[in-house]
């Protein structure tokens, strides 16, 4: 009584797991996935799981119901292999072999079943024939299904993977019966819990891969081992096997408890229906079987030689950024993006590939939600990530000009140590590019490299930048010396000139005039020798602003404009690096508008902030020459007429004022500078 007792929970146990899978597959149906092709067989498999159990029970059913069903659930399975192995050839047709393969159960099934009704023949032992025969048959099915369908599918990978452990102990479970004339009792119950095992396997799998079942899926152990032989040729290996061992077996005794098979199916109930509901769960649990039971989808050791040599080759200035983002283009397929690099308080987009015209790369504050995800957590940002929300967790967190760029794939961290140098955005490729972790954690690995390589290229250029302001320094210091003595020259012809005045206007005159230049010349020296610190006072904005307007309408054309608001809101400054900053922009407007332009200056008070607007109807700077080379000291595109260091100190001045500016500009349609400065909030 108490193996009957055991045996009924065992089956209904797998029973009730077999259901759970046919619900998986249900589930799979809804999401169009192939695998729902199995439902059936599951359902059968159910079926005949569930007789098996009412028959230890206290209802049970005849047996040639049993057999019937036993059959049953072989064809079902088999016929359901057939479907799926069509559905994945490309053929029209399979082979003659194939399709007697698929269907040559069902004369067997209909021959075993007609034999169960002939009276006075051995219904147990050619039962028993007939299972394994039909054992034999679902075997090499799943050997056919493995080979045409599974290169492609992780989920038919996985399906074989335990169909083929099902049929094997069925194949076991028969010869061990054809050998000792009759079923072990011990075997038949450990077939239940093959039957859990297997099933919830399948069903965890087909819950995990559910958003990859269409990704190549290529399977690997732990040590590689090559399979030469067939299906058939294994199952006599194992028959000859087990009539070496099977007398072995009798020698093992004991029934399983009922607590086990309870325990069994409860946690098995909670753990289908924990991955039903914790996405994270199944995403971790997703990540943990793809990376022990498949191959990996990139070799890494050629991804990341062919990633060193493409940033190891020479590289203008120029090329640096184009470089950098084909480096990662070349792997992820993708077709077009952007860079984006840190600079003065702001990631600017300093490179983009492929993109519109009307796409409006904008910047990002280094502090905002968006780049703090980036360092806080190695975040990379997938914008369509679909139905997978764990990939989508952070996508609040977007700028709204993210939206504005087509097909946008994703964004991922440029990151050094503990410093975000930027961010790249890629758009999608051509192909089906559902991300896996390897793709994760191969943009993560080359976003640092990346990322090296830029930070390196800017402290080169940084380094460039400060030798030639040595040479410059060098420069002025010889100027300050020759401007010595000038001014000593000068003021001896001052004295002299004051002793003979044969010519008094023409003497006051000239003396005036180099008193003027002496002064001039001595004012600035004073200015280089004194502290800077000294040279800040507080300064009425609006008495700025109107002071450079006024310096830079000595030109009668283009026609400059201005409109200043009147305020009494103050600003601390040097008064005249910062007149010389504005005047610098209103200059260069100038001198890039025709005469019969127009230059117009705004001053705007905004809470305490103040903003210049800079407005020119000029030629206008495209968006390679605004991002890359107009702040660039030592640069200029005025053959012989300045240095190419004016805009650049102007924006190093008005960052030390903790300032911000803005350049937006098209070729041909002008340009607009936007120059916040902070006021005194008393």
Same mark, same amino acid.
Request: aromatic fraction near 10%; hydrophobic fraction near 45%.
């Given at each position: ?9 065992? +089956? ?228 000859? &096997? ?55 989808? +990139? ?363 803005? &350049? ?19």
């Amino acid at each position: 009584m108490e193996y009957n007792s055991v045996t009924f929970v065992a +089956y209904f146990s797998a029973a009730v797991v077999a259901m759970l899978l046919t619900a998986t597959y249900l589930f799979q149906l809804a999401r169009k996935q192939k695998t729902w092709i199995f439902a059936g067989a599951a359902a059968m498999h159910t079926l005949q799981l569930g007789s098996i159990s009412l028959s230890f029970s206290d209802y049970p059913i005849p047996l040639y119901l049993l057999i019937i069903f036993e059959y049953l659930h072989f064809n079902a399975w088999v016929f359901c292999i057939g479907l799926s192995v069509k559905q994945n050839t490309r053929r029209k047709q399979l082979p003659a072999s194939m399709q007697l393969l698929f269907t040559g159960g069902w004369p067997i099934t209909a021959l075993a079943i007609a034999m169960l009704f002939i009276p006075n023949m051995n219904q147990a032992g050619l039962s028993v024939w007939f299972a394994l025969s039909l054992a034999v048959i679902a075997l090499v099915s799943v050997e056919q299904l493995y080979r045409f369908a599974a290169e492609n599918d992780r989920q038919i990978k996985l399906l074989c993977m335990n169909l083929a452990a099902i049929f094997l102990y069925d194949i076991y479970l028969f010869t061990h019966a054809l050998i000792f004339k009759g079923l072990d009792p011990m075997l038949w119950q450990s077939r239940a819990a093959v039957s859990i095992a297997t099933c919830l396997f399948m069903a965890l799998g087909g819950l995990l891969l559910l958003q990859r079942a269409e990704r190549p899926a290529n399977f690997n152990l732990s040590r590689p081992i090559a399979f030469y032989t067939t299906s058939l040729v294994g199952v006599g290996i194992l028959i000859t &096997v087990l009539s070496l061992g099977g007398y072995y077996v009798r020698l093992y005794g004991g029934n399983w408890g009922t607590v086990f098979y309870s325990l069994l199916l409860v946690g098995a109930v909670l753990l289908i229906a924990t991955v039903f509901v914790s996405s994270r769960i199944r995403m971790r649990l997703s990540v943990l079987i793809n990376k022990h039971l498949f191959r990996y989808k +990139y070799d890494y050791r050629n991804e990341w030689l062919r990633l060193i040599n493409y940033l190891a080759q020479p590289a203008d200035a120029s090329e640096v950024n184009q470089r950098a983002f084909f480096a990662v283009a070349s792997t992820t397929r993708a077709p077009s993006g952007a860079i984006w690099l840190r600079k003065q308080g702001f990631y600017e987009p300093v490179y983009r590939a492929n993109l519109p015209s009307f796409v409006d790369l904008q910047e990002e504050p280094v502090d905002s939600p968006f780049c703090r995800a980036f360092i806080e957590s190695e975040w990379v940002f997938i914008p369509d990530n679909g139905d997978n929300q764990a990939l989508g967790q952070h996508n609040e967190l977007l700028p709204g000009w993210t939206h504005n760029i087509p097909d946008l794939w994703l964004l991922f961290p440029l990151i050094v140590g503990e410093e975000l140098v930027g961010f790249m955005a890629l758009t999608k490729p051509g192909g089906d590019e559902a991300l896996t972790w390897e793709d994760l954690d191969l943009l993560k690995t080359m976003g640092r490299q990346v990322a090296s390589y830029l930070k390196r290229h800017q402290q080169a250029e940084q380094l460039v930048e400060g030798r030639q302001f040595d040479t410059y320094n060098k420069l002025v210091a010889f100027i300050i010396h020759d401007l010595n003595n000038l001014i000593a020259q000068q003021a001896l012809v001052v004295r002299n000139a004051e002793k003979h005045k044969g010519n008094p206007a023409f003497i006051e005159d000239a003396i005036k005039t180099i008193s003027n230049s002496v002064d001039r010349m001595n004012n600035l020296l004073k200015k280089l020798r004194r502290d800077e610190s000294d040279l800040v006072k507080r300064l009425s904005i609006t008495d700025v602003v109107t002071q450079a307007v006024q310096e830079c309408q000595q030109r009668s054309s283009p026609k400059l404009t201005a409109e200043i608001e009147t305020t009494q809101r103050t600003i601390n400054a040097d008064q005249v690096r910062l007149v010389m900053t504005i005047t610098n922009f209103i200059k260069n407007a100038q001198e890039a508008t025709p005469d019969n332009g127009r230059v117009h200056v705004t001053l705007r008070i905004e809470h305490h902030w103040a903003k210049i607007i800079i407005e020119d109807t000029g030629s206008g700077m495209d968006w390679d020459f605004i991002h890359n080379r107009l702040f660039k000291p030592f640069e200029t595109t005025k053959s012989g007429k300045g240095m190419g260091i004016g805009v650049y100190l102007s924006r190093e001045y008005i960052s030390e004022l903790s300032g911000t500016l803005n &350049v937006a500009s098209e070729v041909g349609e002008g340009t607009t500078i936007i120059i916040t400065l902070p006021l005194n909030k008393d």
